[in-house]
């Protein structure tokens, strides 16, 4: 059974298909990388999958719910996060509070009680406090723990929205161009990073990238887009060779 | 200079992050409590006048500072506020029970304001709540059966639990405790989901709602809170002026909230008593200066409007923290002489940003 399934789903801006037709499945469990030229629809998905966008036709299914319909800010709450392409952290906030935003839907104090704080308030604080701390020593953010977004270097930060997302604890986790502005170490990081992410806390990923290397050295499947359509799925490597590929990142006669 | 060890997650969710900062806050409020036996009536009164307008400049932190919203209607909030009170207490309600009633029914002003501008920010807010407030003005000056129209509304004097509250000393000590209760629910709210949602929603509105943050909840949460504290700060507003004037709540009244809040210091509670310091002993500064300036310059008027605005600025330009910000800036600058980083507080140039998908 699948934990999530696109089936035909398709927006349209103005007269350009964005996406069309789209299907696929994930499996619980495995990595599962988005490819395709500039503008072919990748970060559309995400936002159609995050419910930024509404699509025109098609339907959404994570563990057989169906999601079509859902609001924006509740699918955090059913257990997808997301990263952005080119960072959406908090920048006035320091790195601790970005994380516990991101403990945000697993929140049920209320309201008045937060108002005067009472001690229910403060066992929760620490309970989401001591979440978010696994997740700093996870991804080895001890030093920056009290540090203002805005003054760290642009690979700390990439670093630091994988942990926002990783603390909403979801099961099914969207990163956009994960390695986007890192250099090659960084990006080897990231990595090793997806793959612990993979095989220790047993999130499923989906992942829009372009660095081949990297989604050659995570992805468990890889699907390839061009101007909003599938050209290809498969391993890494029998879409890498797809003769649709190749031509749509190189070109080629007819 | 102190370095902090953490030791326990508690420290972080504690509103004194030591036992220094406990001492000194509690020495301020030992100080601020015996200020009238020793101080002047004259400035008792001013600084009661201080501590309402800190109230209010709250109402507007939470607002522009924390949740990234700009408002010039707060002004409307704080006539609704003071008439509702003034009028409650005219019908025999205590003081105690009006007090809060006026900060509740301007909080659902808050929310009628909240819910039709939630798909604005920037100027466009801004320009819709100063419709407001000049709508909410304008009813204040016709509605002569309730508001008193022209002729003003005197404000009964008010007592709680039979003491009367009249003299400068009794609004001075009703202010500060108002002050200190709504700094104590701020800052709670600041440190809990609540205000971490208002956070987000001033950085990215984006990351945000995938962040599982109902956009539309809080803003009008921040919009009513801040219409609730703005009510408060109304309240004993009526008080400490004793007489309502519709004209008294125009824009220049929001623009000096705005004033408090940017010359303060934007995203900081400090920020708020500091600006609203300066936005009132401003007006005494010029008074006493008046006759020392040259060319007649004192006499001049509207110095004071442009003066706020020249300040405002100037901060805007030049120092962005704020008067707090400067502080924390020379507090930095003692604990670390001789060794001074030119680069301290400069920040890294951020990357283009996502387009913005509202």
Redesign the interface.
């Known amino acids: 059974m699948s934990l999530f399934r696109a089936e035909d789903i398709a927006i349209r801006f103005g007269g350009i298909r964005a996406v069309d037709a789209v299907s696929f499945d994930v499996e619980p469990g495995e990595v599962f990388s988005i490819i395709g030229p500039n503008g072919a629809g990748k970060t559309t998905i995400f ?1 159609l999958i ?1 419910r ?1 966008y509404q699509p025109s036709a098609g339907r959404l299914i994570f563990q057989d719910q169906d999601i079509t319909a859902v ?7 059913l257990g997808i ?2 990263t ?10 320091t790195l ?2 970005n994380l ?6 697993h ?1 049920t ?1 209320g ?1 008045l009680s ?4 009472t001690p229910a ?2 066992r929760a ?2 309970k989401h ?2 979440k978010v ?1 696994e997740v700093i020593a996870f991804l080895g953010l001890e030093r920056y723990r009290d540090t203002l977004i ?5 690979g700390v930060r990439k670093v630091v929205e994988l942990g ?1 997302a990783l603390c ?1 604890e979801p099961k099914l986790l969207l990163l956009d161009e994960p390695s986007s ?1 890192l250099n090659v170490e960084e990006t080897e990081g990231m990595g090793f990073w997806i793959e612990d992410i993979k095989k220790d806390l047993g999130i499923t990923v989906i992942m829009v990238e372009h660095d081949m290397n990297l989604v050659r050295m995570v992805s468990d499947r890889v699907m390839a887009l061009n101007y909003g359509k599938v050209i290809a799925l498969g391993t890494p490597n029998e879409v890498q060779n797809h003769p649709e590929v190749v031509r749509a990142y190189i070109g080629g006669e007819g | 200079m102190r370095y902090l060890f953490k030791t326990d ?2 420290q ?2 504690t509103l004194w992050r030591h036992r220094g900062d406990l001492f000194w806050y509690g020495l301020l409020v030992v100080v601020l409590l015996v200020i009238p036996y020793v101080l002047s009536e004259f400035y008792v009164g001013e600084l009661g006048g201080v501590f309402v307008f800190a109230v209010a400049g709250v109402g507007m932190m939470l607002l522009a500072g924390y949740t990234g919203l700009i408002s010039l209607g707060n002004a409307a909030f704080l006539g609704i506020g003071a008439y509702t009170d003034a009028i409650l207490l005219t019908h025999g309600v205590p003081l105690l029970i009006a007090l809060p009633v006026a900060g509740l029914f301007t909080g659902l002003f808050g929310i009628a304001i909240g819910l039709p501008t939630l798909r604005m920010s920037g100027l466009y807010l801004a320009i819709a709540t100063l419709a407001f407030g000049s709508i909410v003005g304008t009813v204040f000056q016709k509605w002569d059966a309730v508001t008193g129209g022209f002729d003003g509304f005197a404000v009964p004097a008010p007592d709680i639990f039979g003491v009367p509250i009249q003299n400068a000393t009794g609004i001075y000590y009703l202010s500060l405790a108002v002050l200190v209760i709504v700094l104590w ?1 701020s800052a ?2 600041l ?4 205000g ?2 208002m ?2 929603i ?3 509105e ?10 539309a909840r809080y803003k009008t ?1 921040a919009f009513a809170l801040s219409a609730f504290i703005t009510g408060l700060a109304g309240a004993l507003f009526a008080h400490y002026v004793r007489f309502l004037a519709p004209d008294a709540f125009d824009v220049l009244l929001s623009v000096q909230f705005v004033t408090i809040v940017f010359v303060g210091g934007l ?1 900081s509670l400090h920020g708020v008593i500091l600006g609203a310091l300066f936005v009132r002993l401003l007006p005494q500064f010029i008074a006493i200066m008046r006759d020392d300036l040259p060319f007649g310059i004192g006499r001049m008027p509207g110095l004071e409007p442009s003066l706020y605005g020249l300040v405002l600025v100037i901060v805007i330009l030049f120092e962005p923290g704020g008067i707090y910000g400067r502080w924390i800036k020379m507090k930095q600058w003692f604990q670390a002489y001789p060794l001074k980083r030119r680069t301290g507080f400069r ?2 140039k ?5 387009e913005r ?1 509202r």
Request: glycine share 6%; proline share 3%.
């Open positions: 936002n995050s930024i609001p924006a800010y509740r699918i955090a709450g996060a997301r952005f392409q080119n960072i959406e952290l908090f920048a006035n906030a601790l509070q516990l935003i991101g403990r945000h839907c929140s104090v309201v937060q108002v005067i704080f308030v403060r604080e620490l406090r001591e701390e805005a003054n760290l270097p642009y926002r909403v502005g | 997650y508690r972080d969710t629910f709670n709210i440190r809990t989901p609540l971490r949602a956070v987000a001033r950085d990215s984006i990351s945000a709602q995938s962040m599982g943050i109902h956009l949460f995203g920040r890294q951020s990357y283009a940003r996502s998908l």
